[in-house]
């Protein structure tokens, strides 16, 4: 999605470029603060809307451009956070981050040169630890203020004095709102790095599922492992969490029984080897994991239509 011009403002203005050019990384910061693309790409075009609401004059009065927009996005996200939490109260069964599939996998027709070209807006969002399932997860226990403040300085490395004018704290203040939200990280245990061999685990996770091979699943499962599905209300989908590798692996042949015609296609998800379901080449779910030990400990499966259609509209391409 490109930014719109604002009505009668000439395109060629001094510093447009450079304002435009703001948007990946503004849309980056938002969907680590929000968690769901959508949220994001609306956040980040209120932030330009109140760019253009500006006068000439008014916007020349600015030093930094790209710093007043990303505290401008930063602080839209806040307010965004907090009424987040009131709605995911009243969410049906459990809501999960939204999940990004690779870059290189949002195929938009070919580049002169013969290669792929990734589309927007999973171009702009760079995939690296800290998009990955289980570390998003992670910044959903915390309070907004503490993510706010955790991203922007842990993530993406702004001072303290910096955040402190975003979030509207002390510098001190937001060094103890990042020490806690460190302290959730190392609690939840998240892996510092991509774990090894995930690939052919989630692999043969796959054959087993295929095979209707329910030893298999058990045995490829950490004994404590969890899986969580959202669907949103809008389809059907386990409103707890499934606790024990025998009750996920039974639940997963229950839907397979169910399931004829579904395809299970190997995807990157938010930077790790993830699985998508397909049915008559429509995405229907998209199932992210987590390793331990070389088992699979979690699974998040995602099945909200509403919160998968940026994978329908990739599948259509």
């Known amino acids: 999605m ?3 011009a604002e ?3 000439d395109r060629s203005e001094p510093g447009l470029s450079a304002i435009v050019g703001e948007r990946r990384q503004l849309t980056n910061v938002a969907y680590r603060l929000l968690g769901s693309l959508a949220e994001a790409e609306d956040a980040v075009q209120e932030t330009y809307a109140r760019w253009y609401a500006m006068s000439r004059p008014q916007q020349e009065a600015i030093e930094s451009p790209g710093a007043w927009l990303t505290t401008v996005a930063s602080r839209i996200c806040l307010d965004l956070l907090g009424s987040a939490r009131a709605r995911r109260e009243r969410y049906v069964g459990e809501w999960i981050p939204e999940p990004l599939p690779d870059r290189t996998e949002w195929i938009s027709g070919s ?3 013969g290669r792929a070209e990734p589309a ?3 171009d702009r969002v760079a995939l690296d630890e800290s998009v990955n399932m289980a570390f998003l997860v992670v910044l959903e226990s ?4 503490e993510r706010v403040v955790f991203i922007l300085h842990d993530v993406f490395r702004y001072p303290f004095a910096e955040v402190a004018e975003i979030v509207g704290r002390t510098s001190a203040a937001c060094r103890q709102l990042a020490s806690s939200a460190r302290r959730r990280i190392r609690a939840a245990r998240v892996p510092a790095a991509p774990t090894a061999g995930q690939a052919g685990l989630v692999r043969r996770f796959k ?4 095979a209707r091979d329910i030893k298999a699943l058990v045995d490829l ?3 404590d492992a969890t899986m969580i599905a959202d669907g949103g209300g809008l389809v059907g989908a386990a409103l707890r969490p499934v606790e024990g590798s025998e009750r996920i692996a039974q639940y997963l042949m229950q839907i397979a029984g169910i399931a004829p015609g579904v395809t299970l296609l190997e995807r990157t998800v938010n930077g790790r080897p993830g699985l998508v379901a397909q049915h008559a080449g429509v995405t229907v779910t998209v199932a992210a994991f987590a390793l331990t030990s070389g088992r699979i400990t979690r699974i998040w499966a995602i099945r909200n239509p509403e919160r998968l259609r940026p994978w329908t509209e ?3 391409s």
């Open 2 to 4: 490109s930014t719109p």
């Open 7 to 9: 009505p009668g403002r």
């Open 111 to 113: 580049a002169g040169d």
């Open 120 to 122: 927007d807006p999973a």
């Open 142 to 145: 915390m309070t907004p203020a």
């Open 207 to 210: 054959e087993a599922w295929e």
């Open 221 to 223: 499962l950490d004994p």
């Open 314 to 316: 990739q599948g259509q």
